[in-house]
């Protein structure tokens, strides 16, 4: 007869000696962590604990391991955060078969569980981006883009002309950048089609949400749930029937009159179409790339925006400081590229929001592709997602004197004083001492497009409207949601429309 009892208790104990085994066999073992809790099965307490305040941990960790490497217990995961000017400086010159941005980006973002085989090896989206979003092409959009700010805000605040308007900032942001943004991906009329218009506005915090909902399933589950969680089919599905003719049409006119179509359209839609003939994607690919585009290029500019907005509200003087800097520019030479070139206050404003505030407290990520060892001797085992502090370097005081302070002239003193060209301490620049859209080869090439995007809405509100806060009259808090930073999407904001 079985002995239960015992039979229990020898499992226990095997169990245990396995687990413990693994776990200082574990490959990050020998990279210090930053928590409360060493101990694998502990950790846990960290990550639940790191989804809602990952900042402080974050400063922990700096505080001992600053200039090396620590990781961070997440739900899904550990991530390796490497901070100190030496080290970020290495994870920019690493080839990507060592360490990968598109590899990462898709893990951390759960994009690998998500998209279609177009998406992940051909990755169209990326290619249209840096096809179409040069900076060059990007002065030419700017009158359409005007005109699409001019029909929106039109659309959104018709009766602040006669009063205050009291309306969801976040909500509204997103709103207004959707549209601009679809201007240039799909042009006139799709871009003020309301069907498709909600679709593509509502897509990008569904697709968030649902991506941090999946980071809190272990990994065993993450395949089967992600199948239920993936927000690609259904929208794709609702939009499809929306440009299928449009598609076709254009599939068509390609083929037969290439040099002879006078007024091919000029937007990313057609681009992708080109694109998917030579590729052989379906037109379920082409919306599914669309899409793709909208998260990118909508979420975390309206979030931007947002921040910015919230700023300027909480500092009055600023509104008139930067209202005396745009009026005449804009008066003289109108809505031009060489306009926005000269306003170095907005600039620089926005150039300190990115860095007081910003869309997270990493960047740069990237995803080991082979064990590799890190200048400082850290041995990054492979599949270990790897981050740079850039809140540790926006909260220098090295490099930002009185960092924790906000201050609106900040980048513009600075490239005074460094005679500084080029992009230098501009809000596009990409440098080891300021990187929201990341350093290197690598940074983000949309980056020029949201900045013009942020900078066309701002201006046009500073001149057109008055703002003030809604709600209880203060400027909502801060979101941290891992280690992302969300301007507030249940802040309320008023505006009353100014005298021409």
């Not at 955060?81 to 690493?94: A, F, Q, Y």
């Not at 929106?152 to 006669?162: A, E, G, L, N, T």
């Not at 703002?467 to 904001?493: H, K, Q, W, Y």
Request: hydrophobic share 40%; with cysteine.
């Amino acid at each position: 007869m079985f002995d239960i009892p015992s039979i229990a208790l020898a499992s226990m104990i095997i169990s245990s000696v396995v687990f413990i085994t693994r776990w200082f066999t574990h490959p990050l073992k020998s990279i210090p962590t930053a928590g409360r809790f060493r101990f694998r099965g502990l950790s846990y307490l960290d990550a639940l604990y790191n989804t809602f305040y990952a900042k402080i941990s974050m400063e922990a960790g700096l505080d001992k391991y600053y200039g090396s490497a620590f990781k961070l217990a997440m739900l899904d995961g550990w991530m390796v955060i490497v901070s100190g000017p030496g080290m970020i400086d290495d994870l920019r010159r690493r080839p990507t078969h060592e360490l990968s941005i598109s590899d990462g980006l898709l893990e951390y973002m759960h994009f690998d569980r998500y998209l279609s085989h177009a998406s992940l090896y051909d990755a169209p989206h990326l290619q249209a981006v840096k096809m179409n979003m040069t900076v060059r092409k990007i002065k030419t959009m700017i009158p359409v883009l005007v005109d699409e700010l001019r029909h929106v805000m039109d659309d959104i605040f018709p009766k602040c002309s006669s009063g205050w308007e009291e309306v969801q900032i976040f909500t509204t942001m997103q709103c207004v950048i959707t549209r601009m943004s679809n201007r240039i991906f799909v042009g006139i009329p799709m871009c003020r089609n309301k069907e498709y218009i909600e679709l593509a506005t509502e897509f990008p915090p569904k697709s968030v949400k649902r991506g941090f909902l999946l980071g809190l399933c272990p990994h065993l589950l993450k395949r089967h749930v992600a199948r239920w969680l993936n927000p690609f089919p259904l929208a794709v599905k609702q939009t499809l029937p929306l440009f299928s003719e449009i598609i076709e049409d254009r599939r068509s006119r390609t083929m037969e009159r290439y040099d002879t179509w006078e007024k091919k359209p000029d937007d990313v839609l057609q681009w992708l179409i080109e694109n998917a003939s030579e590729k052989k994607h379906s037109d379920a690919d082409i919306v599914e790339s669309l899409f793709l585009l909208n998260l990118a290029a909508t979420h975390n500019t309206a979030s931007s925006l947002t921040q910015a907005i919230y700023h300027l509200t909480e500092r009055p003087e600023l509104i008139s400081l930067l209202r005396d800097e745009i009026h005449p520019i804009i008066a003289t030479e109108g809505w031009t590229a060489e306009s926005f070139d000269k306003m170095e206050k907005l600039d620089s404003f926005l150039a300190e929001c990115q860095r007081y505030d910003g869309v997270g407290m990493t960047s740069m990520i990237r995803k080991a592709m082979k064990d590799i060892t890190l200048e400082d001797g850290t041995i990054v085992p492979e599949g270990a997602l790897v981050h740079a502090a850039a809140y540790a370097v926006h909260h220098n005081e090295a490099s930002y004197p009185c960092a924790t302070k906000f201050d609106a002239l900040r980048f513009l003193r600075l490239r005074t004083q460094a005679d500084a060209l080029g992009t230098k301490y501009q809000l596009t620049s990409a440098s080891p001492d300021y990187m929201p859209f990341g350093y290197g080869r690598h940074a983000c090439p949309g980056r020029f497009f949201a900045a013009i995007q942020i900078k066309l809405v701002l201006a046009f509100m500073i001149l057109g409207f008055d703002l003030c806060f809604g709600g209880d009259g203060t400027r909502p808090e801060n979101v941290d949601l891992g280690f992302n930073i969300l301007s507030d999407p249940r802040g309320l904001m008023l505006f009353r429309q100014r005298p021409d």
